[in-house]
């Protein structure tokens, strides 16, 4: 198979779908890997460790046109859309219920994608999201502190406190994977932290785990409004998967909040889980609603991009070999789907049709069962 690796394009993000050591492992499986050049960079590597590797240097019109797959990080970009053609696999992040642009233009493709975002593991978890979760519920909590600054617009607060000053307030909403690794963060500066989620498994967890140095709230109306108000910094970190987040911080519940305080919306990605919160780059990514600084960057790990690109690689490479191996089967890449249900959960988008439920309920398409694809 010959697969391709076109350099990300989208504002600041210095990820890349393969570092030279999966380079590395793809063509000792027998494939041709080629790297658009300086795709690398941002991670510190140079297309001489790519060549190292076994992989050849392109550019990103070549990639696209003579690759049998295109392996990226972030979801491809208008022009990038452009050149996608029937037949060809993508596979990366693409979140799609909250985006019917794209997702008209890659059914317009005739393309075959496979989201990391919904690709499963056992007992329903998400393997592919999950290292991006954390890397992205550590940074929430470092983006957030630095928003409360008075220099960036924030109330000047301190998370961790002084002694003799009261330590700031932290409300995490969700308690999945962000959710627990921002409450870490928080409870690791010493902010007096909440963390509220609907499933009383997850919240008797996360007690156990932090025992007194955070508390847990069941996510309802009236806790959550009373969680929000009081907060200096909330942390939004609410996925339901594949489909677009609930709005669960609404306009109104801004005018209870403190003036200077902070919403993170690590869900933007999936259209935000704050009424009023719309995607920023790392840029320019604050902006400020009725008083409160919300920060609502929609690649966050891409600001630590070599910590996230090889904890990315890690989950990905593996989904990666099964479809290229099986392309050159009897039968195809289909096989792979096949022999791995959590892979085919991936499936988000085949030759004109929706075949992600969620993604079909929430942009009005009928949706292509996978069996059908796979009979």
Known sequence: MRIGCPKEVKVHEYRVGLTPESVRELVSHGHEVWIESEAGKGIGAGDADYEAA????????????????????????????????????????LHLAPDPQQTAELIASGVTAFAYETVTGPGGSLPLLRPMSQVAGRMAIQAGATALEKEHGGRGVLLGGVPGVMPGKVAVIGGGTVGFNAAQMAVGLGADTTILDRDPDVLERLGIHFESRARTRFSNTANLADSVCEADLVIGAVLVPGAAAPKLVTREMLGCMK??????????????????????????????????????VANMPGAVARTSTYALNNVTLPHALRIADAFDQPGGWKDALRNDPHLAAGLNIHAGHVTYPAVADELGYDLLPLAEILA
């Open 259 to 296: 003036p200077g305080a902070v919403l993170v919306d690590v869900a933007i990605d999936q259209g935000g889980c704050f009424e009023t919160s719309h995607p920023t780059t790392h840029q320019d990514p604050t902006f400020v609603v009725n008083g409160i600084v919300h920060y609502c």
């Open 54 to 93: 076994g992989g050849h240097i392109a550019d990103a019109a070549t990639i696209f046109a003579q690759c049998d797959m295109v392996v990226k990080v972030k979801e491809p970009q208008p022009h990038e859309r452009a050149m996608l053609r029937d037949g060809q696999l993508l596979y990366t992040y």
